[in-house]
């Protein structure tokens, strides 16, 4: 059974920087791609973020240079580090493996 299990969001200021965390299990984690997607009221769901098992990584146009992708296999877990947020980043953030998705995690920004 796979699972994918998210955290680190939160309320941050614009500006600010969050680093979310997905931890998972059940899968062959070191052969899988990896994806961070967001939600945001009212809109689609969209990729922001996608790492590959070698480590090559693309984004969203809109993060591009403020966020980046890692993974430590070791841990089975991949992250999201966000830098400079703005208040449309604001949304519910998803971990992605293959058509696996999980609970997600809000990210709110805010003054």
């Known amino acids: 059974q796979v699972q994918l299990v998210e955290s680190g969001g939160g309320l941050v200021q614009p500006g600010g920087s969050l680093r979310l965390s997905c931890v998972a299990s059940?899968?062959?984690?070191?052969?899988?791609?990896m994806g961070w997607y967001r939600q945001a009221p009212g809109k689609e769901r969209e990729l922001v973020a996608r790492i590959l098992p070698g480590g090559f990584a693309n984004f969203a146009d809109s993060v591009k240079g403020r966020f980046t992708i890692s993974r430590d296999n070791a841990k089975n877990t991949v992250y999201l580090q966000m830098n400079r947020l703005k208040p449309e980043d604001t949304a519910k953030y998803y971990c992605n493996q293959n058509d696996h998705w999980g609970q997600g995690t809000q990210v709110t920004v805010s003054s």
């Open positions: 059940g899968i062959i984690f070191n052969a899988a791609t």
